[in-house]
């Protein structure tokens, strides 16, 4: 499913996007200034900034770039209930990986990986917890092309955070649970069943 205003799904994400490019330029003239001081130190107070600067900040031009491709896929795939709820969506999946990666990771932790996985997970579990044959059939096209990813969930490269990967996968399948039941909260009761000639049990 595509998002309500294609057009306004892609000028965000395009905008995010050159945000974080826009960031990468600065870090880079600045001698790595923003990295230092925006990344995640796990397990310390003055780490905890980070939780909310690591994912717009990247180590190196090679590391946004590789980012680039699902972050502007799956984050436009992701507005399909609006912007709204994808602002909801997004922030919970980004806290949850930060806080997960705060925890748990050995290491200072940057870059939007985090969140991108948390979409991929909620793009994939949306349609089954809303019971939606479209978002279903949506989310097996996505797993097709895109499923190999999920494998960065697993601790494999120790320069790569699975920390971050796992808990912005945990977001995004908390995101997907609550966005399904806000939906049927606000669609209502199901219509009664029909009896024979007449309403009845």
Same mark, same amino acid.
């Given at each position: ?19 974080? *490019?826009?960031?990468?330029?600065? /870090? ?66 980004? %806290? ?49 092309? *895109? ?5 960065? %969930? ?28 806000? /939906? ?18």
């Amino acid at each position: 499913m595509l998002p309500p205003s294609p057009r306004t799904a892609a000028a965000i994400m395009l905008l995010f996007t050159a945000f974080l *490019y826009l960031a990468e330029v600065v /870090d880079q003239a600045s001698g790595n200034a923003l990295d230092y001081a925006g990344v995640i130190v796990p397990r310390s107070v003055d780490g905890l900034t980070g939780i909310i600067t690591a994912p717009l900040l990247h180590g190196s031009w090679d590391h946004l770039i590789s980012n680039t491709l699902p972050f502007l896929v799956f984050g436009f795939l992701a507005m399909a209930g609006g912007t709204a709820q994808w602002f909801m969506v997004t922030a919970l999946i980004w %806290v949850t990986s930060g806080i997960g990666v705060w925890l748990i990771s050995p290491a200072p932790v940057l870059g939007v990986s985090g969140v991108i996985f948390g979409w991929f997970l909620f793009l994939l579990a949306r349609g089954f917890f809303a019971r939606s044959l479209r978002q279903i059939l949506v989310a097996v096209v996505l797993f097709a092309i *895109y499923g190999g990813i999920l494998w960065g %969930v697993l601790p494999s490269n120790p320069m790569v955070s699975w920390q971050a990967h796992l808990f912005g996968a945990l977001g995004g399948l908390l995101a997907a649970s609550i966005v399904a039941k806000a /939906d049927r909260r606000v669609a209502g009761p199901p219509p009664p069943v029909l009896n024979g000639g007449g309403l009845g049990a």
